[in-house]
């Protein structure tokens, strides 16, 4: 268990220490006015207590990742450990950090927007489209998968169609009314329901004993029964995305960054609530990899249940917590997709009203939005998940990948120290590159081939980001130019 306890601790240490680090880089300022506070309009730009945001920041980003995609990671074995743990300090909480306090600072726009202002109107055209689309695809997703789960708990009497219909009634009313009066109200306890699992399984682990396996150089390998299908790069940093770093977290950052009334909630909301998501994953991985016997029986098992992870959840809760615990894990495996469902249509429908310079306070002017995304959403569900899911894991590592370097630049700009979010851009981009040439649904290339590509490509894109910063830094870029790429973002670009 040595290995699991040092993870915990790294998490721990990461927030308290490296958070500072990032915080003292964007550098806060507790007496400017929060667009909570200059834009309050009762709808999204809503005053609510930093205890509140960070359960609602907490859900909107949790979904099955931490969870599921733990799972799922565990079958690499403990490489799994040093991915969530160097991910989440180094690059998820940084980007959450970042995403959330830009928005905030740029008067509470949404990500699209926020791109686009550092990287210029081309890139916030293809964001608005990419975003929007990703946001209903991580919608669909998160219809279907708690629909099955909770037709599996009523056989005979509510199928998987009429849960996904009373899912997408509430996805329509959790998008359409004032943040507080519903997100606000039951978020508190499903947060408390999925803290509640996570702490309760990793302290059952603990004391009985279950044999965590450890990090050693011996298992410092790929475990995965199909080690040659799945190589750990570039597969595993696209399955533990949640937990580690996820371009979904940057669409939702904005909707507490519309709420929050001082700077210095910052780094408790979006830095803490990832650390928080990556101590959930770290639990699962090792209860998962422990539980069955070690991580060759966890494969296994995984492959007799067609990789359903949510067999796994409930196997592990009801054999660890009893039949309470049980039912509260069901309310977390459940509470966790529709909670970040949701707020993937509300941010869609924010994104297209920031793009249209549409007023979301009048009812009519939100269902003009709303209506299209939802004829969209349920289009895609009568479409295979699996398919759906694979698509959305790389176009979300791909989300962050883009946010990644759009921070870079921010703080280049800045002439803060942006080397901080520069190695997780340049590693990001690797990853998503690889695994769109060697995975089944890419072009399915030999890993060496796609690995050799990707990582050129990643090193490309670094020599342009040092070439551009060059002509920057040696005034050899059109002044007019930079301002027009920076307009809508003069307000935080400013000389040090």
Not at 38 to 44: F, H
Not at 230 to 245: K, N
Not at 353 to 359: G, I, M, P, Q, S
Request: charged share 10%.
């Amino acid at each position: 268990m040595i290995t699991f306890f040092i993870s915990v601790a790294a998490l721990i240490l990461g927030y308290l220490l490296y958070g500072k680090v990032v915080e003292k880089v964007f550098v806060i300022d507790n007496n400017r006015p929060t667009p909570a506070m200059t834009m309050a309009d009762g709808v999204d730009f809503v005053p609510l207590k930093w205890p509140k945001i960070f359960l609602i920041q907490f859900l909107n980003i949790a979904g099955l990742g931490p969870i599921f995609g733990a799972i799922a990671g565990a079958m690499w074995g403990p490489v799994a450990f040093l991915w969530i743990v160097l991910g989440c300090i180094f690059a998820g909480a940084a980007h959450d950090y970042f995403s959330g306090m830009m928005s905030l600072r740029m008067g509470g726009k949404s990500i699209p927007e926020i791109v686009g202002s550092i990287m210029g109107i081309g890139t916030k055209q293809f964001m608005r489209v990419f975003t929007v689309a990703m946001m209903i695809l991580v919608g669909a997703v998160f219809i279907m998968g708690p629909a099955k789960i909770l037709s599996g708990l009523t056989p005979g009497l509510l199928d998987v169609t009429t849960w996904a219909v009373i899912i997408f009634i509430y996805y329509v009313l959790a998008t359409l009314l004032p943040i507080d009066k519903l997100i606000g109200r039951i978020y508190p306890f499903f947060g408390f329901a999925i803290l509640f699992m996570a702490v309760g399984i990793g302290g059952m682990m603990i004391y009985n004993g279950l044999p965590i396996p450890e990090l050693t150089p011996a298992n410092f390998t790929n475990m995965n029964a199909e080690a040659d299908k799945f190589p750990v790069f570039p597969m595993l940093f696209v399955t533990i995305a949640c937990g580690a770093i996820s371009g979904f977290h940057s669409t939702q950052s904005p909707l507490m960054a519309r709420c929050i009334t001082q700077e210095r909630y910052g780094r408790r909301v979006f830095y803490g609530a990832m650390i928080t998501e990556g101590l959930v994953a770290m639990i699962w991985a090792a209860v998962a990899m422990s539980f069955f016997g070690g991580v060759n029986e966890l494969n296994t098992v995984m492959a007799e249940h067609k990789g359903n992870a949510a067999w796994i959840v409930n196997e592990i809760s009801n054999s660890l917590l009893g039949r309470f615990g049980a039912i509260l894990a069901i309310i977390g495996v459940v509470a966790a997709p529709i909670t970040s469902g949701d707020t993937a249509f509300r941010s869609a429908r924010l994104i297209v009203a920031d793009f249209l310079k549409l007023k979301q306070g009048p009812i009519k002017n939100r269902l003009y939005i709303t209506v299209p995304l939802f004829v969209a959403g349920f289009v895609l569900t009568q479409m295979d998940f699996a398919i759906i899911w694979r698509y959305m894991a790389w176009s979300n590592q791909t989300l962050a990948t883009i946010v990644l370097w759009s921070i870079t630049v921010y703080l280049a700009l800045n002439r803060k120290f942006y080397w901080i979010m520069l190695i997780p851009a340049i590693f990001m981009t690797s990853v998503v590159t690889t695994y769109l040439f060697v995975a089944p649904e890419g072009l399915n290339m030999a890993v060496f081939t796609g690995t050799i590509i990707g990582i050129s490509i990643s090193l490309i894109a670094s020599l342009f980001f040092f070439l551009w910063l060059y002509r920057i830094r040696n005034n050899k870029l059109d002044v007019a130019y930079l301002n027009n790429a920076a307009s809508d973002a003069r307000d935080f670009i400013r000389k040090e």
